[in-house]
């Protein structure tokens, strides 16, 4: 006779199928669920309570768990869907829910997980406060923290946030997400009532969908946008847009480029996928858009053809330019300008000092600093990024021996110990891609004289 599994036994199961823990107390559970979809009903579940204990039956806790959601079952094999803990910096919340378990649910197998890890975001102004779950992107800052609230409020709470995701303090380097990240937003602003209130009715209305686009085309359909480089920067750059059905987007595509620019060579005319850097770090979950650049095949051998974000206190801009096929933090400085100093990144990657090669669709990201004086500096403890400032000097480092502040030495490539004499200038030939990382007063003795072997481009 087969007997019946102790309750430990069922405790450990639904650990090892659902990611469900036993509790040590009588609790409540809390399970968030993301909406992926603009046209699902606004009152679509995205939160369940569930009481339980230690003593508790756990497939009877999952089933309750679930009950808000027809999609999901609770299965003998191949199961579908997981739980996730929520990181423990939910604890440092005023919202007392958050000092049970909490969890959120997702699909295995979702390829969206990964590009858009879920968790849950606090939202807390004044004695209001919102909590939701939502998919963040990959890789989060501050610009694009206030992004999603950006989707709700519009631009007004850029400067009047202070931002955490896990134990991290949100600035302008990257902090990577990941299912179960919790992101805490603290408000202080100083409107005027009616505009308080009327932003405070607008998050209320939209907090469960702050990563969703208005839905724009039907399901079959798909949206290009493609970015369209002219020259070295990324402003004179252009976009256009086209929609099409999924199946025939291709050809949509190339006749969309033709009737943009008819006084291109079809022949000559190539579309490259931007890196996926752009979608992971992008505030919007809107995997229905693509995005190209659309290059010329004659000028692929010397250059290389990629998008620039450049992110300021003021304005937000994309766009495509030629750039060389090796490049390095203080070529990037001309497009920036300011004095406040700038963190960049290549497809993602922080960009200091080295040399990296460049391909046709990578994607540089430029985030100005912004001034220390914000509110909130002193509401948790925190675990910072390191600042490690890009600035218009060499980078400040602490020595391990004596605590003291020097000067990180610039070391240069082994190629920029060779100088080429021959190398065209932009005075000789006209061509402007050679005035990218040429001598700049801002830059370091150490850091000029750095020349690339590069043909015009016309």
């Not at 699902?40 to 569930?50: E, F, H, M, N, P």
């Not at 768990?65 to 990181?87: C, F, G, K, P, R």
């Not at 750059?237 to 025939?248: A, I, K, M």
């Not at 490049?327 to 990296?356: A, M, P, S």
């Amino acid at each position: 006779m087969i007997s019946s599994p102790s309750l430990d036994e069922l405790w450990q199961s639904a650990l090892e199928n659902y990611g469900l823990e036993r509790p040590s107390e009588d609790t409540e559970i809390h399970v968030f669920r993301v909406i992926l979809q603009t046209s699902l009903d606004k009152k679509a579940c995205t939160r369940s309570v569930t009481p339980a204990g230690p003593m508790s039956d756990p497939l009877q806790t999952l089933e309750q768990i679930i009950e808000e959601w027809w999609d999901l079952e609770i299965e003998e094999q191949d199961h579908s869907w997981m739980l996730t803990a929520v990181n423990r910096a939910r604890t440092w919340s005023p919202n007392k829910d958050l000092l049970h378990p909490v969890y959120v649910l997702t699909r295995k197998g979702d390829p969206f997980h990964l590009q858009r890890p879920h968790g849950v975001m606090e939202v807390s102004w004044g004695h209001r406060y919102w909590i939701t779950a939502i998919a963040l992107p990959k890789w989060i800052n501050n610009y694009h923290c206030v992004g999603l609230l950006k989707n709700a409020c519009g631009p007004l709470l850029a400067q009047c946030c202070a931002m955490w995701c896990d134990d991290t303090r949100l600035r302008e380097e990257l902090v990577e997400c990941h299912i179960g990240s919790f992101v805490q937003v603290h408000i202080e602003t100083f409107f005027s009532d009616l505009v308080r209130i009327d932003l405070q009715a607008a998050l209320q209305r939209s907090i469960d969908t702050l990563h969703l686009p208005v839905k724009r085309l039907q399901d079959n359909q798909v949206m290009m946008k493609v970015f369209v480089p002219h020259g070295v920067t990324c402003f004179s750059g252009t976009t256009f847009v086209c929609v099409s059905q999924f199946e025939n987007w291709q050809a949509v595509l190339i006749a969309a480029g033709k009737r943009a620019y008819p006084g291109r060579n079809p022949d000559t005319m190539i579309y490259h996928r931007v890196h996926s850097a752009f979608e992971e770090v992008s505030s919007l979950h809107d995997p229905i858009t693509k995005h190209f650049i659309l290059a010329d095949s004659e000028e692929q051998e010397c250059t290389r053809t990629v998008v620039f974000a450049v992110f300021t206190s003021c304005y937000e801009f994309f766009g495509a330019c030629h750039w060389t096929q090796v490049t390095q933090v203080w070529d990037i400085f001309d497009l920036c300008g300011g004095e406040k100093g700038w963190v960049v990144y290549h497809n993602n990657q922080r960009l200091r000092n080295h040399k990296v090669p460049v391909h046709h669709g990578d994607f540089f990201a430029c985030y100005e600093r912004s001034d220390s004086n914000t509110p909130f500096q002193a509401d948790r403890p925190v675990t910072d990024v390191a600042q490690g400032w890009v600035a218009n000097a060499p980078t400040p480092v602490h020595s391990e021996a004596a605590g003291s502040t020097t000067l990180a030495p610039s070391v240069p490539d082994a190629a920029d110990n060779v100088r080429h004499d021959g190398t065209p200038t932009f005075e000789q030939t006209g061509d402007p891609l050679l005035l990218i990382g040429r001598d700049s007063g801002r830059r370091s003795q150490s850091d000029r004289a750095v020349f690339y072997d590069l043909r015009s481009f016309q």
